[in-house]
Structures are given as structure tokens and as C-alpha cells.
């Protein structure tokens, strides 16, 4: 499926999808480790990049507010890099769900919905094309995508070989890390000490503490730690 310049993004339909429980609860069971360094995603995105010869290629796991890189091909030293994530909405990725289906996008520069995201604007990403990883349970949790800087077409032989790797990658459903369960140890929260005394300081304890409440019971953890 090409997103063409007429493509009207359903956003209420792809924040619903990003938010579902049931395809965070999956993405939970995969067990993902934050260190990219499974042998198994890293030689896909290697040979995804290798095949359709282009720099860049990414495994993106679609969180209801960051996509995160599980494994990356191409990205050297740059910030993407050091924290294998970006926000959700400069996301290309997000719009797969919109029609789980491939999306190919030949110069973001001129597509309406991407040409003012910071990854165009700041990181000269161009051309795009993304396959979704839909596991057997029917669940789209994101994508093997290849990335360039520069105008592109992609011809069927390039849209077939995306997806051939893909379906390797979910029909496996990440077999180095199977047997891995999650485990919610603790909610780390980071804020700057200045923060308390600025708006509303009166209610920053309250606040907190609602905060805190409203996190235990969405993650469903009652007695979660929370630093």
C-alpha cells in the first residue's frame, strides 16, 4: 500500500490501535531486552538493508508513545543510535497500523503528514518503506522497515523481499527470546527538582500522588514501587 499525497491519516483510529491493551499486552510478553544485540533481529535488519540497498534498516516495536528500535542496521553514532527510540508521533511506522498493510514512501518531503517531523527536518529521512509485524494472534506490534536520505522508488521485487524477511521475523515470534517473561520490578521517575516550584507548587505532592495511583492501576500493579 503507498500512502500517496491524497492519504489522509485516520489518527483516532491509530492512537486506539497504539493504546490497545491487547497489542501492549503482547508486545509485554515478547520479553524485549533494551540492548539490540539479539543475534537473531540483528542479521535481518542487516540483510534487509543488504538486499534492498539501503543504509539504514530498523525492527520498530510501536509503544502507545515511542517507537523502539529492537534492533537497528545503519544508524552509526547518531542519537537515534544511543537511544534506540524516537516520540511516536515522528513515526513512520505508526501509519502501518492505520492499514496494516506495507507502506512505501518515496520522498517525505512532500507527503503532508511526515514533511514537518523532526526526522525529516533534523535527520534527512527520505524515503521509507515499512512492513508490519503481525504475530499469530492477528497483533500488528511494528515493523521491519529500510530508511534513506534520498528520493526513492521501490520497485515489487523490493516490496516481496520486505516482506519475505519480515515473515520470517513474526512467524517465529522472536525465537531467541522465548522463555524471557516480563517482569514490572519497579517505576522509575525522573523529574527536575525546579519542577515542584513552578506552576502550581501548592498541588505538586497531590498531583504526584494521583500520578502514582493512576500509573499502578493502568500497569494493574497495586503495590508497584515507584522511585
Not at 544485540?37 to 538486499?51: I, Y
Not at 510501536?62 to 542519537?79: I, P
Not at 513515526?91 to 525529516?120: M, N
Request: glycine share 4%; hydrophobic share 40%; with cysteine.
Amino acid at each position: 500500500l503507498e500512502k500517496n499525497e491524497s492519504y489522509n491519516p485516520d489518527r483516532q483510529n491509530i492512537r486506539q490501535l497504539l493504546h490497545d491493551e491487547k497489542r501492549l499486552e503482547t508486545i509485554a510478553s515478547l520479553g524485549l531486552s533494551d540492548n539490540n544485540k539479539d543475534p537473531f533481529l540483528l542479521e535481518l535488519v542487516k540483510e534487509a538493508s543488504s538486499k534492498l540497498d539501503l543504509r539504514i534498516s530498523v525492527v520498530s516495536i510501536l509503544f502507545n508513545s515511542m517507537q523502539y528500535f529492537a534492533a537497528h542496521h545503519g544508524l552509526g553514532s547518531s542519537w537515534m543510535a544511543e537511544t534506540s527510540a524516537t516520540d511516536i508521533e515522528w513515526s513512520f511506522c505508526q501509519y502501518v497500523l492505520d492499514s496494516d498493510a506495507l507502506l512505501e514512501v518515496e520522498d517525505a518531503r512532500t507527503v503532508a503528514y511526515l514533511k514537518d517531523t523532526p526526522l525529516v527536518n533534523n535527520d534527512s529521512v527520505v524515503c521509507y518503506l515499512g512492513a508490519p509485524l503481525t504475530l499469530k494472534n492477528g497483533v500488528t506490534v511494528g515493523t521491519l522497515c529500510v530508511i534513506g536520505q534520498e528520493p526513492r522508488s521501490f520497485s515489487e521485487n523490493d516490496k516481496s523481499q520486505l516482506l519475505e524477511i519480515a515473515s520470517r521475523l513474526y512467524e517465529t515470534m522472536f525465537p531467541a527470546l522465548k522463555g524471557k517473561k516480563l517482569e514490572l520490578a519497579g517505576f522509575v521517575w525522573f523529574q527536575g527538582f525546579n519542577d515542584m516550584w513552578g506552576y502550581a507548587p501548592d498541588e505538586y505532592a497531590s498531583n504526584m500522588k494521583h500520578f502514582i495511583r493512576d500509573v499502578r492501576k493502568d500497569l494493574n500493579a497495586p503495590d508497584l514501587p515507584f522511585v
